[in-house]
T-cell receptor
Framework: GNSVTQMEGPVTLSEEAFLTINCTYT??????LFWYVQYPGEGLQLLLK?????DKGSNKGFEATYRKETTSFHLEKGSVQVSDSAVYFCALSPPGAGSYQLTFGKGTKLSVIP | DGGITQSPKYLFRKEGQNVTLSCEQNLNHDAMYWYRQDPGQGLRLIYYSQIVNDFQKGDIAEGYSVSREKKESFPLTVTSAQKNPTAFYLC?????????????FGDGTRLSIL
């Protein structure tokens, strides 16, 4: 079956530090990959996505590259801010016209301190 | 603005009581979903619906029921058969079938036992 594995949290960084949150997946074929962010007390917001190998998704200074050879989709940001404190979820959607479901990782909590 | 509205934000259930969580979307999306979120466990799919008058069980459907009588509405009932209902419930929608379609989330309902 499909699965997503994220690095365990929580992650605590100082403001302006470099961020990497690792995400690896198991799936048949070429799934679509997503990063979602959840701020305290809110639902999930789509942060970025990639739909094929070597695609790079980017948004709000965050980036992730779809690496088929390592089945990875690591999230990076060059300089984090206090406002980036949230829980980050990696997710995949299987390929094909009948695909509806997302498989989520367990989430990684990020805290950025001034 | 288009989006997903969940209500209420907080809900309390007594022993033996059924409660219904509301989810409404004005995005004209065909597919809708219900997830349960517990600390450290990520999101787990309860039910999903691809079109009006049709829905499918997800990974943890026992003790829950849904209906899809209108395209924009997908209410979730937590029945008395659900012995551990305390969780954060998230509703989502997507434009339809096909890999690569992101899901859009509401702000959630937090359910607790009295």
């Amino acid at each position: 079956g499909n699965s997503v594995t994220q690095m365990e949290g929580p992650v605590t960084l100082s403001e302006e530090a470099f961020l990497t949150i690792n995400c690896t997946y198991t799936a048949t074929g070429y799934p679509s990959l997503f990063w979602y962010v959840q701020y305290p007390g809110e639902g999930l917001q789509l942060l970025l996505k990639a739909t094929k190998a070597d695609d790079k998704g980017s948004n709000k200074g965050f980036e992730a590259t779809y690496r088929k050879e390592t089945t990875s989709f690591h999230l990076e940001k060059g300089s984090v801010q206090v406002s980036d404190s949230a829980v980050y979820f990696c997710a995949l959607s299987p390929p094909g016209a009948g695909s509806y479901q997302l498989t989520f990782g367990k989430g990684t909590k990020l805290s950025v301190i001034p | 603005d288009g989006g997903i509205t969940q209500s209420p934000k907080y809900l309390f259930r007594k022993e033996g009581q059924n409660v219904t969580l509301s989810c409404e979307q004005n995005l004209n999306h065909d597919a809708m979903y219900w997830y349960r979120q517990d600390p450290g466990q990520g999101l787990r799919l309860i039910y999903y619906s691809q079109i009006v008058n049709d829905f499918q069980k997800g990974d943890i459907a026992e003790g829950y029921s849904v209906s899809r009588e209108k395209k924009e509405s997908f209410p979730l009932t937590v029945t008395s058969a659900q012995k551990n209902p305390t969780a954060f419930y998230l509703c989502a929608s997507s434009i339809g079938r096909g890999g690569g379609q992101p899901q859009h989330f509401g702000d959630g309902t937090r359910l607790s036992i009295l």
